[in-house]
């Protein structure tokens, strides 16, 4: 029997490096125009120079301080998940249903939410949604996933959402936080 990774990857996580790596490409190609052209002793080619540095370079800035943003949501919910993990109530998931959002595919791969019911330490079922996660709808079969709950103990309105492959390998988390 063959081992299995799965990731489950937030789409937020996604967007964040692109746009990191996109605004370091505008705001490089900004300063190449206006060195290379800045060199030019005209004043509409030190104007024009000036003005692709502006438009270029700002739009770099701004893709990559939204890309700085993206990231770093991502890794403040790995620590709240961490500080869930460590100091929280744990609870596997008895009913695990993928619900597809219809909103956000990458790669052929939809991003949706699981829906996860548990029985807390009083015997209540509670329901809780996860955030939006990419998954693989080719290679991963619904049944085969299973969820563990981290809710905070002075809080349970505060809950993560860690996914897994019940066949063994289990996946990187989807930080889900309310």
């Known amino acids: 029997m063959t081992s299995k990774t799965i990731r489950f990857t937030n789409p937020l996580r996604i967007v964040g490096i692109v746009f990191l790596c996109i605004g370091i490409f505008k705001a490089?190609?900004?300063?190449?125009?206006?060195?290379?052209?800045?060199?030019?002793?005209?004043?509409?080619?030190?104007l024009g120079s000036i003005i692709a540095l502006a438009v270029v370079g700002g739009l770099g800035v701004i893709f990559f301080v939204l890309g700085l943003i993206f990231t770093a949501i991502c890794r403040k919910a790995a620590r709240k998940l961490a500080d869930l993990k460590d100091y929280g109530d744990r609870y596997e998931a008895?009913?695990?249903?993928?619900?597809?959002?219809?909103?956000v595919v990458i790669n052929h791969?939809?991003?949706v939410y699981a829906e996860c019911v548990y029985t807390n330490q009083s015997g209540q079922r509670c329901r809780v949604k996860s955030r939006l996660f990419m998954w693989n709808?080719?290679?991963?079969?619904q049944d085969a996933l299973g969820a563990m709950i981290y809710v905070d103990r002075q809080d349970p309105s505060h809950y993560a959402v860690e996914m897994f492959h019940r066949e063994g390998a289990s996946g990187q988390v989807d930080l889900d936080f309310t």
């Open 28 to 46: 490089i190609v900004g300063i190449v125009v206006y060195l290379g052209v800045g060199t030019i002793d005209t004043p509409e080619a030190r």
């Open 94 to 103: 008895e009913e695990v249903v993928l619900v597809s959002s219809n909103s």
């Open 109 to 111: 791969n939809p991003a």
């Open 137 to 141: 709808r080719w290679g991963d079969k």
